[in-house]
């Protein structure tokens, strides 16, 4: 069984900064991507950014240039450097990892962006 847990969310204002974490501990053999992805009231979850073992990284066009994704293979851990943020930023992030065949998913994190 994989666990993950997620940190770093909270209320910030307009153009701040989050730094969210991710650890994933269990079962892991080896993980091949790790993402995050946030889900606004009312909408459906979508991508934000993707990052694989290659370190090749991949942004929704509305981030691109304010978040950026790395990893700590050592650590098991995926961050999310979120800078500039925006009211539509306003969501709950969760953390998935993918060691195949299977995707785990985080419970997720509250980010507030307040105007």
């Known amino acids: 069984q994989v666990r993950l847990v997620e940190s770093g969310g909270g209320l910030v204002q307009v153009g701040g900064s989050l730094r969210l974490s991710c650890a994933a501990s269990g079962s892991i053999f080896s993980i091949d991507t790790m993402g995050w992805y946030r889900q606004a009231p009312g909408k459906q979850r979508v991508l934000v950014a993707t990052?694989?073992?290659?370190?090749?990284?991949n942004y929704v066009d509305s981030v691109k240039g304010r978040f950026t994704i790395s990893r700590d293979n050592a650590k098991n851990t995926v961050y999310l450097q979120m800078d500039s943020l925006k009211p539509d930023d306003t969501a709950v992030y969760y953390c998935?990892?993918?060691?195949?065949?299977?995707?785990?998913w985080g419970r997720g994190t509250q980010v507030t962006v307040s105007s």
């Open positions: 998935n990892v993918y060691p195949p065949p299977i995707h785990y």
């Open positions: 990052i694989s073992n290659r370190n090749n990284e």
